[in-house]
């Protein structure tokens, strides 16, 4: 029953569970990842069941949020992805993916909050999907 | 003083009183039907004090919520619509109205807060109605 | 080879020569209905065919061209429409289809033209459809 | 019969004509005004005739194409407003209008024909006003 | 430390509580002033340090809200600027900046809270300032 | 004098042509490269002279389409960024750079003249990059 779930991705324990918290709290499910290779790997496992992904730049020496971006877009060419980010922010131009958001650091996390029901409210807006 | 309030239709007691409530604790006044006809009533009866529609699609053997939609857009040209549903989201691209947002099911309730916010927040960027 | 034609539906001869010399000039490829059942029968044959919709209001005796825009988001959930009207344009906000574009007589034919490359310029940026 | 016009303010004689002749031949129907003074002379003796206004900013001693643009949207809320600009560009985001159109000089004329074209589709799509 | 502030205008005392204490539940830090005068020297002291600008329109004898948000723009051009007012809301037209949002009284608080998260959320969308 | 030019990328040399035509008649500059390399070397020669990318996906044997958009939006994080395509246009949600329009073939030349014009006319909208 993970179905429906934003995966968050974030090297930083602390501010993971600040994350965590504030996403359940407003009632959303959420798996947590701690690094790239993490994520990738639950993303895989069930592309369908993700609803959101929500994810830090940097994390620690795999590969970078900007991949795991790229890599949830081409199996679910609409999933909604936020970026939270402090020094990576003006990357976002180039290895963003369209329609994503950018969150800088520091953030107040009613910012996610409002971004991820943004984007998933405009979700319905676009044709039914072949593979979701 | 039952101006300004937000029409929300649902046949689904249990989620109507979800709806309501979390409507309510985020500060909106909230007025209920459980069925097309009784919404429309309401609408009628003075349709400038409604400020936003809220509405399932399926309600029971009465008209849906495509046509409550329309109803209220007929009178009140730039009344924010946000329409709920499980099933019948796929039509939204052909029975929905201009501007209106769509929220499937499963949702959380924090994604009809901010659809309804956004929608209020563009209203003064439309010029004023001669009839509102 | 009719594929990828845009469909233009007007009553009024001359309106319909000029909107479709101006298409055809602009390098687009032109299907004319000058009522809603020619349009319908040509879209039905076809809908993959059908790049984009636009058309006139009112139509003579038979269905208007708020119906004909349902009837092809029905079939193409995410299909261009514009419409191009005079006095029906404040209907809009009730009967037009989500994400349309409205045209109001008198205009300049390079709004008809602006909008529809517009409209099929954000196509892409939906994921891919199962029926297209 | 001088309804429905483009009120072109510019005080350049050269760079008038041009874009005079761009924007009749797209089509468009335009009154031409050197300087702040006659452009609202103009726009006063029948704001509803006017279409949309594509100012210049700096316009000789009088007043600027900011003032103009406030002007003319004190007496009618959504008319489409253009800026074309050298060296003003960098302040449209403390001086213009909501939801006006900021062209940078050196500028290709079809950026105009777009921009006009694009912000009268929209025109519709607002309600219905009590003094249009 | 008061860096990322958001400077909150509003001259009457109890609805400036009122915001102050949503917004900071929201997480959001806030520094008041109740006119223009005072809001504009905070402002000035540290233009980099204020994050983003809701302002009532009238405020007393000095200068209006329109006034501020111009000021604070000419120094941060991409500076979120939230208008909240009661009668002057029809003049946003013509007087507030691009970009802006204006909130119409009476509003819920929950509106200016998903303004804010919205527009900080674009902001790093646009480039970066400094190594340009 | 080659300031302000249009950079376009396609490896088929017809459709190059009818491109660079289409674009110069429209009255843009416009310089070509037939490849990812060519068009690299271009860029990073004076990548402020260069006013747009409009690129092909697939390049031959270098280097694609997706890369020389990162590459551009890395050293310029506003410049507008066309994508043409057939086959690569599901590619987009993962592989396109944020605000990027991604037109499918086949196309109107009209759409590529109508995507250029909108994303310049919305450059301005961008704060000033130097003085900030």
Redesign the interface.
Known sequence: MNQ?VVLLVEDEALILLDLQTSLEE???AVVCAKNAEDAITHFDRDPTGVKALVTDIRLGSGASGWEIG??A??AM??IPVIYVSGDS????????????????K??????I???L??L??E????????NA
Chains 1, 2, 3, 4, 5, 6 share one sequence.
């Open positions: 429906n407003a009632g959303f790229r890599h877009r081409q060419p609409s922010a003006s990357d976002w131009h180039a290895q963003g993916v369209p329609g994503s958001v950018m969150i800088q520091p953030f107040v996390l009613v910012q909050i409002t971004a029901s943004t998933l409210n979700q319905p807006a676009l044709p039914p999907l072949d």
